[in-house]
């Protein structure tokens, strides 16, 4: 990390390559948390994806036709103009509620609402299938706890019959491999496959918090816990963008307690693992575990990086942590504050105070301490290492806690987005950054949801909008997709959104540059 003290050594814990298939997961592991596989340890190569020929497609036209998705129809044939009653009985009909990992909920979700044209052509990055796609890994854990790795499509329509056929609880995705990965078997080198690309990922886990937050623990969150993933994706992502140049950045929601990032720049996803360690010791600043002390040491003066960060998180400080979780209410939370504290007399004349102030509130501990550090309370006061170990203080308790060893490997796989979470039957929706402070985890849309919405839905009737009239036109004529009639509808648009703009950027010229000055990006 070039903003730190003295840098732990990189422990290198290397696991011998599972080649099965069919690798059962172990014993006792719940396929409901956030975890996600790592992959062993192979050779990265920081070669291009073949690129084969693209047919001309106009890329203002990819979407033309998005509402009659020919391709992946409803499964719901509206029944008049304004209904959507479906052929087939909603599970949602039953009495007893269903979980969100049940087979048939998931049948009727992936077949309904999944948008399997939009991760095909984000991950393809092509309206025509190349090896972006067909070379890429796909990994389903299923419902007998089965992990299924090295999955391969050659199109988007066989992925998504596979996934009805197998309905995995979740599944993954992984790098693109320099072949097929179902023929790794047949290769007479089996070093010939090794990964060829892969977005560059980020993972962020409130669980990482849980010395921190005061409102919930382990894998309980609510809207003021949250502010802390709000505040990790407002740091990592200004970094991408102004210290790395990245352009195509989702945030995702993990369906309960985190979010993942997935940079899909090709500049990004070319990176060797070298270089992927290197962005990932830039961004981390938080070491050490719960029971650990100081957990952030940094080289003065401050890193640019961290000091725009901390103007950003400045007023986090104030309202969310400060205020909402009040991190030091408690004489042992408190005593945690004085030990990152510089001046032992200091220390002693603030402990008096707290002690004979039960109760205290944490923003008034906070002031305290310059209020004291100006009347006289240590001589020997050195007040610019009390600034300084106020920043670090501000750091600790607001700085992102990334789950490093997902971004540090091209062979690390991860949840895709708009899978259902099978604990919170939760979509796994991406995050809107224009309108991040908007983002409610706990309103999201929900498996179960999204059939009482489609039983319920009335055709645009009861709305008075603008794009009331034309979505009634489109149920009349059959072209509404599921998704369009409820709440998913502003989490897939804004998807399509994004794919359509890294479409564009990929048939650009300047981005094969691009491709090739990233070649020689120093760290």
Not at 49 to 71: M, P, Q, R
């Amino acid at each position: 990390m070039p903003h730190s003290v003295s840098p732990e050594a990189e422990s290198s814990n290397t696991v011998a390559e599972e080649t099965m298939v069919d690798a059962p997961a172990k014993d006792g592991v719940d396929q409901g948390t956030d975890n996600d596989i790592t992959m062993a340890e192979t050779d990265a190569l920081p070669a291009a994806t073949n690129g084969e020929d693209k047919k001309d497609v106009k890329l203002e036209d990819l979407f033309a036709d998005v509402e009659s998705d020919d391709e992946f129809p409803s499964s719901r044939p509206v029944k008049d103009e304004f209904s959507s009653s479906p052929a087939p009985a909603s599970p949602m009909d039953d009495a007893v509620p269903m979980k969100a990992s049940d087979p048939e909920l998931l049948r009727m979700f992936y077949q309904r609402f999944f948008p399997w044209r939009y991760l095909f052509q984000w991950l393809n990055h092509s309206p025509t299938p190349t090896n972006d796609f067909v070379h890429r890994e796909f990994a389903f854990t299923l419902q007998s706890d089965i992990y299924l790795r090295y999955q391969s499509f050659p199109s988007s329509d066989l992925l998504r019959k596979d996934v009805l056929r197998q309905l995995p609880t979740r599944f993954e995705i992984g790098p693109v491999y320099t072949t097929n990965p179902r023929d790794r078997k047949t290769l007479r080198n089996s070093s010939a496959f090794k990964p060829l690309a892969k977005e560059l990922c980020f993972d962020i886990d409130l669980t990482d918090y849980d010395d921190i937050r005061t409102c919930c623990d382990k894998a309980n969150i609510c809207h003021r816990c949250w502010q802390f993933i709000t505040m990790a994706i407002k740091v990592v992502d200004v970094a991408l963008r102004e210290d790395f140049g990245f352009k195509h950045i989702m945030w995702v929601y993990s369906g309960r307690r985190g979010a993942h990032a997935w940079v899909c720049d090709k500049k990004a996803r070319t990176m060797d693992d070298q270089k992927r360690r290197a962005i990932a010791g830039y961004l981390e600043v938080i070491r050490g575990g719960a029971q650990s002390g100081k957990k952030v040491n940094v080289w003065r003066p401050l890193h640019p990086h961290l000091s725009r960060s901390l103007k950003i998180l400045a007023p986090h400080f104030e309202a969310d942590v400060l205020e909402s979780q009040d991190p030091w209410a408690d004489s042992e939370r408190a005593e945690h504050l004085l030990s990152l504290l510089p001046d032992k007399a200091l220390n002693e004349s603030l402990r008096k105070k707290w002690d004979s102030s039960p109760g205290r509130a944490s923003s008034s501990k906070w002031a305290d301490i310059d209020a004291l550090a100006k009347s006289g309370a240590s001589k020997n006061l050195d007040g610019k290492a009390l600034r300084d170990a106020k920043q670090d203080v501000v750091l600790e308790y607001t700085y992102p806690r990334l789950d490093i060893e997902v971004s540090k490997k091209l062979n690390h796989l991860l949840k895709s987005p708009f899978v259902v979470h099978p604990g919170t039957g939760r979509v796994c929706v991406p995050i809107d950054t224009r309108r991040l402070d908007e983002f409610d985890p706990l309103g999201v849309p929900t498996v179960q949801g999204l059939l009482e919405e489609i039983d319920s839905w009335s055709g645009g009737e009861e709305k008075d909008t603008e794009g009331a009239a034309d979505e009634k036109e489109k149920a009349k004529s059959g072209n509404l997709q599921d998704w369009e009639k409820t709440s998913l509808k502003p989490y897939v648009e804004y998807f399509r959104s994004f794919v359509l703009t890294l479409m564009k950027d990929e048939r650009d010229p300047t981005v094969k540059r691009e491709r090739e000055e990233s070649d020689a990006m120093e760290f």
